[in-house]
């Protein structure tokens, strides 16, 4: 069983990596093949020059992300067939600090090993890139301090879970998997709560919204569509970066709207009226409740799953590790789970286009289609978002429709 699974894993690992790297280079190929010219649809609104810097933009982060899946995949096989994991578990070890202690000393290892690696790929990205092509706003000081204190806000929210987690899965007996599931599952609730008001404040700006005239529009919106929120707050996300978006955040009476600074001076008031109209759509189709409801039925499998694996030797031993554990079966679990799911990406990324057609759908009803149309072509221009994707990359990877779909999506409910 050791030997089988130990094959079964390297062919999924190498089928991932593989079918990363064919999507990857599809994708650019496509954009290159399709830069010289506008797509028809938009060549009233988007210059040739912003579609040929929107397909350089796409191509550059595309590439980036192929280096970034080979430097994760060959970090999971040194971890685990490498002995990485082994000796690492082995060190700590010697510590004689207890099985709970020196599983979060493992975890917390592993995840500085794995962010100390990633941290270039993050600064290339955020200094290179985004800076290349005009969209970063954040200094390197900045960049420190987010990465201090998030991970400062990590330790302090994810340490006690992991620790209560490690102590279920020894002390809970066989049902275990369902006690850490139904922890998760309020945790995850209790995030959502509580990120608006405690956690997100302490990245960003949030300021109640000025604009009388797009306060009223707004307000007259939720009126027809029934739906209550905390408030409508601005984000200064102009501070890091030049990238406009909206989202609601928290729920029941908690729920807020917020807006990119970036967002209202990019958009007229209807056409925000019609962003909001589309995200208000969300809500009332039920799409966050179905996403959350996925989420941990999913979460709840991949639990059982770890729950008949706990025990298993060859699991351990296919994987590289000598010394089973709590700690041990967690951290190998998730990293071996992502290997066998990828190919499944696609069906995630289905559901979650249907859901945008129907958000869409509803801002349709309840507001203006030709503004969502015109407020959707100014933000694929101004966030250098490409035209003409690849489409089988977009198939995996995209949770929106490709932007040539949408739009004829979108007129075609309006007429």
């Known amino acids: 069983m050791t030997e089988a699974f130990r094959i079964l894993f390297l062919a999924a690992l190498a089928t991932t990596l593989v079918l990363k790297l064919w999507l990857g280079l599809r994708h650019i ?5 399709h830069r010289r010219h506008v797509p028809v649809e938009f060549a009233d609104a988007i210059t040739l020059q912003q579609h040929q810097h ?21 970090l999971i096989l040194t971890l685990t067939m490498g002995g990485a994991l082994e000796w690492l578990a082995g060190y700590i070890a010697q510590l004689h600090s207890g099985p709970i202690a020196s599983g979060l000393l493992l975890v917390v290892a592993v995840t500085v090993i794995s962010s100390a690696i990633s941290l270039p790929i ?5 200094f290179r890139i985004e800076a290349r092509y005009g969209f970063n706003k954040m200094t390197l000081g900045m960049f420190v301090v987010d990465l201090l204190k998030g991970s400062a806000i990590g330790a302090a929210i994810g340490l006690p879970l992991l620790a209560l987690v490690l102590w279920l899965m020894a ?10 599931w139904l922890v998760w599952s309020v945790f995850q609730l ?8 405690l956690i997100a404040p302490l990245f960003n700006r949030f300021s109640p919204l000025e604009d009388l005239e797009l306060k009223q529009r707004i307000e007259a919106l939720l009126a027809r569509t029934g739906f209550t929120s905390q408030g409508v707050f601005v984000m200064d996300g102009s501070r890091r970066s030049s990238h406009g978006n909206a989202y609601f955040t928290g729920f029941g009476s908690a729920k807020r709207i917020v807006f990119f600074d970036t967002l209202l001076k990019q958009l007229g008031a209807e056409e925000i009226e019609a962003v909001l109209a589309h995200e208000l759509g969300h809500f009332k189709r039920k799409h966050i409740v179905k996403r959350i409801s996925f989420a941990f039925a999913l979460s709840l499998g991949f639990l059982f799953i770890l729950g008949q694996l706990l025990h298993a030797d060859w699991f351990y031993a296919a994987l590289g590790v000598n010394t089973p554990s709590t700690v041990m079966a967690l951290i190998l679990f998730f990293m071996a789970v992502p290997a066998f799911t990828f190919p499944l990406t696609p069906l995630s990324s289905l559901m979650s286009r249907r859901h945008e057609y129907e958000a869409d759908a509803f801002a349709a009803d309840q507001a203006d289609a030709e503004h969502l149309v015109t407020a959707l072509v100014k ?11 690849d489409p089988l990359h977009s ?6 429709p490709p932007a040539s779909l949408r739009i004829a999506h979108l ?5």
Do not use: C, E
Request: proline residues 4%; glycine residues 4%.
């Open 171 to 180: 002390q809970a007996g066989p049902l275990w998997w369902l006690w850490v």
């Open 411 to 415: 007129k075609g409910a309006s007429t």
């Open 379 to 389: 933000l694929y221009r101004d966030n250098a978002s490409t035209l003409t994707p």
């Open 122 to 126: 993050s600064l290339y990205s955020t």
């Open 29 to 33: 190929r496509h954009i290159a093949a």
């Open 54 to 74: 929107a397909a350089d933009y796409s191509m550059a982060k595309t590439r980036l992300g192929l280096l970034s899946s080979i430097i994760d995949t060959s």
């Open 395 to 400: 198939a995996f990877y995209d949770s929106h």
């Open 190 to 197: 209790l995030m959502v709560a509580l990120y608006p008001t």
